[in-house]
C-alpha cells in the first residue's frame, strides 16, 4: 500500500511562487513515476507534470518555464516537490501528488492552491 501526503498549499499573489511538497511512503519503489495533476473548480483533473525514476520530465504547455518538478528517492520514502514560479489566477486549483507503476495507481489527499490577489 502506497500513502502520499502534499502539503504547501496556499493563498497567493499573482506572479508569486509556491512550493508544493509531496511525501510517498509504503509500497513505493523508486522506479515509480510520481507527478502532479490538478484540478480546478468546474474543469477535470488535469496532468501537471511527471517525473520518472531516473529524472526524466514532462510539463503540460500552460505550466512549461513557469513550473519544476524534482524528486528524492529516500530509504523508504520518495520526496516530489512542485516549483511553481510566476503563477497566474488560471493555476488555482486542488493539485495532486501522483505515483503510479506497474503494480499501483496512488493519489494523495490534494492541497489547495490559490493565485487571487
Known amino acids: 500500500q502506497v500513502q502520499l501526503v502534499e502539503s504547501g498549499g496556499v493563498l497567493v499573489q499573482p506572479g508569486g511562487s509556491l512550493r508544493l511538497s509531496c511525501a510517498a511512503s509504503?509500497?513505493?519503489?523508486?522506479?515509480?513515476?510520481m507527478g502532479w495533476y490538478r484540478k480546478a473548480p468546474g474543469k477535470q483533473r488535469e496532468l501537471v507534470t511527471t517525473?520518472?525514476?531516473?529524472?526524466?520530465?514532462?510539463?503540460a504547455d500552460s505550466v512549461k518555464g513557469r513550473f519544476t518538478i524534482s524528486r528524492d528517492n529516500a530509504k523508504n520514502t520518495v520526496y516530489v516537490y512542485l516549483q511553481m514560479n510566476s503563477l497566474k489566477p488560471e493555476d488555482t486549483a486542488v493539485y495532486y501528488c501522483?505515483?503510479?507503476?506497474?503494480?499501483?495507481?496512488?493519489w494523495g489527499q490534494g492541497t489547495q492552491v490559490t493565485v487571487s490577489s
Open positions: 509504503g509500497s513505493i519503489f523508486s522506479n515509480s513515476v
Open positions: 501522483n505515483a503510479r507503476s506497474l503494480t499501483f495507481n496512488a
Open positions: 517525473i520518472s525514476s531516473c529524472g526524466n520530465t514532462n510539463y
